[in-house]
């Protein structure tokens, strides 16, 4: 199974993107409410891919972003933010995010960038 890693300091989006993996070939193995706590998170889980929001309190997913691809340049991060916040978007592909998705987004939109950042290695639904 591919081990996912969420981060989001709502619990409400925390659990709406677990639901939505339930019944796929993802196993959420770990949550993170801000930055910090997801570098904590990755070093420990070692996830196949990240969800990782962009606004949070504490650390933001930026950064905590350019900290796990400094130290982990091979993680697969996807950055998921808000409409309009293109500018954060590009910022966190540049610093080595693999791809975004907006809010809000629905089940398959989620799958089927994951099935893209980890190259096939999960299937959809």
């Known amino acids: 199974m591919t081990k996912v890693l969420v981060v989001d300091d709502t619990l409400f989006m ?3 993107i677990k639901t939505m993996l339930a019944d796929s070939s993802y196993e959420v193995v770990g949550e993170a409410i801000n930055g910090r706590e997801a570098i904590e998170k ?3 889980l070692l ?3 990240v969800t990782m929001d962009v606004t949070m309190p504490v650390m933001s997913g930026l950064d905590a972003t350019k900290l796990i691809i400094d ?3 091979d993680a697969k991060i996807i950055v998921i933010s808000a409409l309009g916040q ?3 978007i590009l910022q966190a592909l540049s610093l080595g995010a693999k791809d975004f998705i907006t809010k ?3 089940q398959q939109r989620l ?3 994951i099935v893209k950042v980890v190259g096939g290695e999960g299937l959809l639904c």
């Open 14 to 16: 925390r659990h709406a």
């Open 86 to 88: 293109q500018k954060m």
């Open 42 to 44: 990755y070093r420990k």
């Open 111 to 113: 799958m089927s960038t």
């Open 104 to 106: 809000p987004f629905d």
């Open 71 to 73: 130290e982990f340049p």
């Open 47 to 49: 996830p196949d891919v």
